[in-house]
């Protein structure tokens, strides 16, 4: 029986018109990097000294306290605005404010997506972005700018998640991983041309102008993107469907096969099953999530991999200036590491599958943050402590860096299109939770030097365990239902003995189901 897979398969020909599809779309994650990224360097604070009391006194060095403070204070921002010593705090308090941003962006832009479309929402985050970040560079106080950063990230936030979706979604079936994994390259990049940036730039404001200033590419690309075929047939608009296949098929340079069109048009008109891909409500789609035991049960696992991953992933960035090197070359270090983990999944899921690469990348990342942990507390003993710790934390990044790009593409092959954008901004509001966290381990790391590394390190090996019980989706159909997911999903679970839906928790459950319906 034809499917929507096989009719895109069959329009890919050389596959040149959708790689310029993908490369287009997929800027959105280079300027979503320079945007995310960027307060490793506007929210830095100088080398200072704090007031201490009996020694500062202003009669011990013959100076005004105005002279005092101009020595072992720096005049910036963050003086001016008075967040040095006992204020510092605010500032990471901005930062995880700026990541509750992105919880908001995640829940609001699954379900916009899924329902006005994918092209829709790039357009409006890439204006919504340009304008909140150019109005922050103009703050005047900590207040004002962190509500326009949070305003922002909320914004452009929809736009990168909608350009993921998309990718997935023009690829055929073999492209799949890659065009997942192009999205997380494109970030690595976006994070190495931060540090070219930061250093061009004289102060917070110009850096804060400038990564702005990249959504009006963004802006321009959604002119030249055809809307998704998959979300046209998910809302029944065929007609367009087939404008834009057999626009893909004219750029890769291949005939339209109508008998297959016609064939899947006849099996989704006589299929019943299609009826809940057409409700335009959002909360059918999240009922539709939520009903099946093994949809939401496997919905919520995955929410909790998503957070653990990014609590680690953005923890080990913000912590790339406190590793003793510099902090533009740690960033740069970054970006080629999540570069070169693009590479590497590329090949190896295509191989193996992105379930048992991303079980491995989070083994991988739990050991390089257990050994920091090790390193920390014997560090002064040992000679090339900072640079082993350096290693740990690029290695740490690698692994981070592939389970994140591989767990957007996971997650979008395991959920159906009629909620695929939705699960994965539920999936992602999650992660905004560990990332709303990770700037205070950071800023406990100066109280209990260890206790950071040590709990990236744990959490990951939780969340390992998690995704080994997942299904496997490599060369699988995407899904188009609830049901069709659900039938599936009931399928892996029932054979698993280390899940939660094990046979006597199956058992259980259906027995929960029958007393339900009695009553």
Known sequence: MPNLDSVIDSVSGNGKYQMKLLCLAFYANMASALNIIASLFTAGVPDLRCFIEGVDDSNNFNLTESEILDIFVPLDESRKWDLVCSNEVYITLSTSLFYLGFFIGAAVGGLVSDRFGRIFTYRLGAIGGLVLGIGASFSQNIVVYSVLRISQVVMFYQS???????????????????????????????????????????????????????????????????????????????????????KMARGNQVEFDDYLWQNLLQDDQDSKDYSPARSESTMSILKGLFTGYYSRNLLLCNMSVWMITSLVYFGLILNSGNIGFNVYLSNALGGVMECLSCIVAIF????????????????????????????????????????????????????????????????????????????????????????????????????????????????????????????????????????????????????????????????????????????
């Open 160 to 246: 990168t998640l909608a350009s993921i979706v998309y990718g997935v979604e023009i690829s055929k079936k073999s492209w799949r991983i890659m065009s997942g994994l192009m999205s997380n390259f494109a970030f690595g990049m976006g994070c190495i041309l931060l540090s070219v940036v930061a250093l061009l730039c004289n102060d917070w404001r110009q850096i804060q102008f400038a990564v702005s200033c990249s959504f009006i590419i963004s802006i321009f690309i959604t002119f030249f993107l055809p809307k998704s075929p998959r979300w046209l047939c998910s809302k029944l608009n065929y007609d367009e469907a087939e404008m834009v296949l057999k």
């Open 348 to 519: 190896v899921s295509i191989r193996y599958g992105s379930r048992r690469f991303i079980v491995v990348n989070l083994v991988l990342s739990s050991m390089a943050c257990l050994v920091s942990t090790v390193i920390i507390q014997c560090g002064e003993n040992f000679e090339g402590a900072q640079t082993t710790a350096l290693v740990m934390a690029m290695v740490g990044r690698f692994g981070a860096s592939a389970v994140f790009g591989t767990l957007f593409l996971q997650t979008m092959e395991l959920f159906p299109t009629c909620g695929r954008t939705t699960a994965l901004g539920l999936s992602s509001m999650a992660a905004r939770i560990g990332s709303i966290i990770s700037p205070w381990t950071v800023q406990a790391q100066r109280a209990i030097p260890w206790l950071c590394q040590a709990i990236f390190g744990t959490t990951t090996l939780f969340a390992a365990f998690l995704v080994f019980q997942f299904p496997e989706t490599r060369n699988r159909n995407l899904k188009m239902t609830f049901s069709e997911a659900e039938s599936s999903f009931q399928a892996h679970f029932s054979k698993s003995k280390l899940s939660c839906c094990s046979s006597k928790r199956l058992n259980d459950c259906e027995e929960l189901k029958t007393t339900q319906q009695d009553m």
